[in-house]
């Protein structure tokens, strides 16, 4: 066992829910397959539904064999896993009912000093009557910290009746908000790429860089929740939270320390710079759409109003393109375009940043324009970075021939005999040792929402409906034309 590991009880409400079935179950398990895990750890399930802790524990398995399928159960790391199993029927709504969370946490009570992480896998209405149902059995103590799910509203005034219902029964230093993006690889190796890398951290402005894409592309489309997604549409579910924290790492300053203190900081200031987009601006800087009916691979496919359960009159977005300004010193002219969608031809996610072309050619006899370098950070499917440039072509003769050439770094080829963790791995690991720089401050999620609702207020003032476009294609053709104003293209259709 590995000896930094923190003896806690992790309590699990929601643990029937998708989240805890296809992520936090299956990242508790590999924590214990890598010793991570302290032997004195318990995981308490919670739900509505009344099992006993066999018929959890059998419940437990099942899942872990449907969702960790590149390898068989290890059957010394379940039985060890097995052992940490406790499971509570109850109603989160209920007050009273924490008494039998209570009960079970003190039934199997020992000498050993505990860290209590409550994990919210549960919708935000519910996150008050469970801080509410803590606090009256004393779960709300100085160890105790609480982890939550997004989304954290729909709005600045619901995300801060929310975090100020939380902050009533826990410390901000107890508040761990999640957003998954953060616990990946690639999004890590860009602390690493930036502040450890000078061929980066001296060309990392405006005197070096053209522009900046930001892509998170869905292949899939509403997957049967249809209700859930119409409340929220794309800028929401993704640029709220996703492609804000990856924009924030791109071009936050260099923080003075590797701590969540630090780290916030510098994503803060960049929040704050963000140029607003409003009436005034969204025509040019934002393209919002909805996909038709079309085609995800070789499958027919129906369009987001004809899914099933759709309401024939939404105008919710499935797609967001956005163009983003950061006033400030570093970034000033660097325009940062933002786009995800759902139903795009393949799932991608991706920061491709573009410096500015040489300013001299000296090799215009055989080609008249040298192209850009790129630098290519992939956050899924296949993680890694490429450096694209231009390198002689091999050979004799009178001039010299050149191509473009990639550096490819895949985590897989480059590491392929360490095993790339899941983020909610990462996650649940850092929230046990009581680490939040990787988790979003309370300020964070306010700024972010505060930028959001201008763009949300100034479409629906427009009165304009999304854009049409069909399933299978990388969005509205408006989206296109944005970038080709300033001279620009998108990655794919480099």
Sequence with gaps: MNTAAVCSDLILFGTAG?????????????????????????????????????????????????????????ADVWQRFANKLHYC?????????????????????????????????????LFAAICEGLASVALNHESARVVLEKP????????????????????????????????????????????????FTDQWSHDRIDNIQITAAEQVGVEGRWGYYDDAGQLRDMVQNHLLQVLA??????????????????????LRSLRPIDADNVADDSVRGQYTDGFSG?????????????????????????????DNWRWSGVPFYLRTGKRMPQKRTEVVITF????????????????????????????????????????????????????????????????????????????????QYLFVHRDEVECAWRWIDGIREAWENSGEAPRGYQAGTWGPAASVTMLAQDGREWDDEI
């Design 89 to 125: 029927a109850m109603d989160l709504g209920d007050c009273d009912s924490y008494q039998q969370l209570r009960q079970v946490i003190d039934s199997d009570a020992d000498d050993a000093e505990r860290a209590t992480i409550s994990y919210f896998a549960t919708p935000p209405a």
């Design 249 to 270: 790492l791109i071009a936050m300053e260099p923080p003075t320390r590797l701590d969540a203190q630090s780290i916030r900081d510098e994503k803060l200031k960049v």
């Design 18 to 74: 998708d989240l805890a079935r296809r992520k936090l179950i299956p990242a508790l398990y590999q924590l214990e397959k890598a010793g991570l895990l302290h032997k004195g750890t318990r995981i308490i399930g919670v739900a509505r539904e009344s099992k006993t802790a066999q018929e959890y524990t059998d419940w437990v398995y099942a899942q872990l064999e449907k969702f960790v399928t590149k390898e068989q159960i290890d």
């Design 356 to 435: 500015k072309p040489q300013p001299h050619n000296i090799f215009h006899e055989t080609i008249g324009q040298l192209p850009p370098n790129r630098l290519i950070i992939r956050l899924q499917p296949d993680e890694g970075v490429e450096i694209e440039m231009m390198n002689k072509v091999p050979g004799l003769g009178q001039r010299m021939q050149l191509q473009p050439a990639t550096l490819n770094l895949s985590f897989f080829k480059a590491f392929e005999n360490k095993r790339i963790a899941d983020a909610y791995e990462r996650l649940l690991l850092e929230a046990i040792q009581g680490n």
């Design 298 to 326: 070789d499958t027919k496919v129906p369009g987001y109003l004809k899914e099933e359960g759709a309401a024939a009159q939404s105008t919710t977005e499935t797609f967001v393109a956005l163009k983003a300004h950061i």
């Design 152 to 199: 954290l509203g729909h709005d600045l005034a619901s995300s801060q009746a929310i975090n100020q219902k939380v902050a009533e029964y826990f410390s901000e230093s107890q508040i761990y908000r999640i957003d998954h993006y953060l616990g990946k690889e690639t999004v890590l190796n860009l602390l690493a790429l930036r502040f450890a890398n000078s061929l």
